[in-house]
């Protein structure tokens, strides 16, 4: 055999032993029993965990008698996660919702009752949709934007209920007010896979999110686009859903997660309203 296959063996079996690790937590694996996985001799991979041990790859058990994952790995999860952040991984798809959409793509993540934005993607010039202006930082209450309700709705219940206890804080009279009508609107957005804002942020404009759902099914963020109400009919409105939504499952998916209802029907995001700047849709 020559040398490159033989090195190429040897590197696909130390990243096996990695793999095989991944899920056995601080139980680890012994050395006979990554051998008989490997269908490997015992010394070459002992050879392999010394390497790895070396490295900070792997470190004995603590009752000595096996193999688990040590800190290299998580070094390298995070720096993964640092790179390709819900942000990072999620500019390019929103700025490519904005331009087919006309309208302004923001993505938000939940902190307690609030959202406050992470990323902004601009409608690119001379559309005729409003130009949305929020800053990155700024914080709105959940309850009443598109944003916050795509993430409430997969959150667990008990979570809700610490979040919510009394009448709910009012922006515009279209704001939902009480803890009931949200949990009811949040079974909805469940099943449709998007929330929807209809003036209850800003009046006059109609905001439409998405969750970006983690491995786990919980919210890392979510997405949403804005118009004015006046250039949205219902049917536009749920054509922007389904869009938002494909998009959030795209991001999702390109960073292992879930996306927030199986299949989302195809459908185009129509609509036409004026050019103006607008404050605090979400």
């Known amino acids: ?138 914080r709105l209450p959940a309850h009443c934007t598109s944003l916050g309700k795509a993430m409430l709705a997969f959150v667990p219940d008990q979570e809700v209920d610490r979040l919510y206890s009394g009448p709910l804080a009012t922006r515009t009279k279209n704001s939902i007010t009480t803890v009931a009508r949200l949990k009811s609107e949040l079974a909805a957005v469940r099943r449709r896979g998007y929330a929807i804002d209809l003036e209850e942020t800003t009046e006059g404009v109609v905001c439409v999110g998405s969750p970006i759902l983690g491995g786990d099914g919980r919210p890392e963020a979510a997405i949403s686009v804005s118009g004015l109400r006046a250039g949205l009919t219902a049917a536009a409105i749920e054509a922007l859903g389904r869009t938002v939504a494909r998009t959030a499952g795209q991001i999702a998916s390109a960073r292992g997660g879930q996306r927030a209802v199986p299949k989302i029907a195809r459908s185009r995001a129509n609509g036409h309203a004026r050019k103006r700047r607008i404050r605090g849709a979400a």
Do not use: C
């Open 1 to 138: 055999m020559g040398e490159a296959r033989v090195v190429a063996r040897t590197a696909g079996r130390a990243l096996d032993v990695l793999l095989f690790l991944v899920d056995r937590g601080q139980r680890g694996l012994t050395a006979r029993e990554l051998s008989d996985r490997l269908s490997a001799p015992r010394t070459s991979v002992a050879d392999l965990l010394k390497v790895l041990e070396t490295r900070g790859f792997v470190s004995p058990t603590t009752d000595g008698h096996g193999w688990r994952l040590d800190f290299r790995v998580a070094q390298l999860g995070n720096a993964y996660l640092h790179e390709f952040s819900v942000r990072e991984v999620g500019r390019s798809a929103m700025r490519e919702l904005s331009r087919r959409t006309g309208l302004t793509t923001q993505m938000a993540v939940l902190d307690h009752g609030d959202i406050v934005y992470i990323e902004r993607q601009d409608a690119p010039g001379h559309q005729s949709e409003p130009h949305v202006i929020s800053d990155i930082g700024s």
